[in-house]
Structure formats: structure tokens, C-alpha cells
T-cell receptor
Framework: EDQVTQSPEALRLQEGESSSLNCSYT??????LFWYRQDPGKGPEFLFT?????EEKEKERLKATLTKKESFLHITAPKPEDSATYLC???????????WGLGTSLAVNP | EPEVTQTPSHQVTQMGQEVILRCVPI?????FYWYRQILGQKVEFLVS????????KSEIFDDQFSVERPDGSNFTLKIRSTKLEDSAMYFC????????????FGPGTRLLVL
């Protein structure tokens, strides 16, 4: 069964303290891995799409990487406004549906 | 920047009533989706829609659910007879398709069934 697991469930950082979030997946025929940010009561906001192992994408303080089994979202020198839930989702096989992880709730203290 | 919009933002209904959730996808997108998120749980896929027909649906999307694209801009999700367990955030999403697979999400409709 296709599955996505994110860790840790929650992470608290001090402003400027870099860290990484993990998304491990078990799917048949990965067609894309997606990172989204979700603020409370809001819809998922697109961050990155990764298609193949070795691929990296970067945007401001965020960098996403992909291997054959997992993806990491690296946050460099985070700011309080980076506080949110970060969701990972995958698309597999011929399906268009996204399969989601539970997310990592990130809190960045000033 | 184009975005997906959804109305209403909140809906409260009585069990057994019908609700219609509305979405306006991004204008040049070809694929449309509905997902839901029960509080504290994972986002769950409901249905995808392409070329005026359902292309994929989950086990959740039973006969109580239907989708429609009544005109060139709106995409709706109807729940015929709501149940308590239908209470959730419902998200509409759209994607260009044609190899560009990123799905862009709307702000959601919070549905509460009493």
C-alpha cells in the first residue's frame, strides 16, 4: 500500500536554528513528490515539486531534496514567519491523486 | 497571481441536509480535484475531474457525493445527505495537466454537520 510518513510530528526551533524535516515514502512508481506549507485554517500552499532522485529545489530559506526513499526539507536560519505545518505528498503510478503525510508542525521562536 | 477560490468559507448544516461547495479553479487548468481534511488527520483525496467527467475517485466518494462543472468557471461538490462524519475542511485544487502535475489548492470550506 502506498504510504507517506513524516517526521518529526512537531519541531520547535529558535530563530536562526537550522534543521531538517523528513518525508519517507513507500509507493509504486513515484511520479512526483510535493511539499506544501499549511497555516492554521488555510489551504495547502505549494512550495516544491521533485520528480527524480538527486533533484534539489531551493526557495529563500527552504531547500528540498529527494532520494529513492525519502525527501528532506531543510530550513536554514528560520524566522518566526516560517512557523506552519509542512506537508509532504506523493503522486504514484497512473493516478493523479496525492497521497499525504500527516505533516510536521514547525514553531520558530523569536 | 491566479489562485483557486472557494465559497463559502464556512458552512453549518443539519444532518441529512444537502450541501453544495463551490470552487473556481485557475482559469487555464484542465484537472480539478476535491480533498478533505478531518481535524488532526491527513488530507484525503476524494475525486479528480477532467474533460467533464470523473477520472478517479476514492472509497470515500460514495453515492452521497457528486461533482459538476456547471459552466466554464465553477466546479462544485455536492453532498446529498450529510452525516456527522462529513464534518471536515474541504479543499478544491486544480492543475494544468499535460505533464505539469503540481496541484494548487484553494483556502477551503469548513463544513460542520450538526
Amino acid at each position: 500500500e502506498d504510504q507517506v510518513t513524516q517526521s518529526p510530528e512537531a519541531l520547535r526551533l529558535q530563530e536562526g536554528e537550522s534543521s531538517s524535516l523528513n518525508c519517507s515514502y513507500t509507493v509504486s512508481g513515484l511520479r512526483g513528490l510535493f511539499w506544501y506549507r499549511q497555516d492554521p485554517g488555510k489551504g495547502p500552499e505549494f512550495l516544491f515539486t521533485l520528480y527524480s532522485a538527486g533533484e534539489e529545489k531551493e526557495k529563500e530559506r527552504l531547500k528540498a531534496t529527494l532520494t529513492k526513499k525519502e525527501s528532506f526539507l531543510h530550513i536554514t536560519a528560520p524566522k518566526p514567519e516560517d512557523s506552519a505545518t509542512y506537508l509532504c505528498a506523493v503522486r504514484a503510478g497512473n493516478n493523479r491523486k496525492l497521497i499525504w503525510g500527516l505533516g510536521t508542525s514547525l514553531a520558530v521562536n523569536p | 497571481e491566479p489562485e483557486v477560490t472557494q465559497t463559502p468559507s464556512h458552512q453549518v448544516t443539519q444532518m441529512g441536509q444537502e450541501v453544495i461547495l463551490r470552487c473556481v479553479p485557475i482559469s487555464n487548468h484542465l484537472y480539478f480535484y476535491w480533498y478533505r481534511q478531518i481535524l488532526g488527520q491527513k488530507v484525503e483525496f476524494l475525486v479528480s475531474f477532467y474533460n467533464n467527467e470523473i477520472s478517479e475517485k476514492s472509497e470515500i466518494f460514495d453515492d452521497q457525493f457528486s461533482v459538476e462543472r456547471p459552466d466554464g468557471s465553477n466546479f462544485t461538490l455536492k453532498i446529498r445527505s450529510t452525516k456527522l462524519e462529513d464534518s471536515a475542511m474541504y479543499f478544491c485544487a486544480s492543475s494544468v495537466g499535460q505533464g505539469l502535475e503540481t496541484q494548487y489548492f484553494g483556502p477551503g470550506t469548513r463544513l460542520l454537520v450538526l
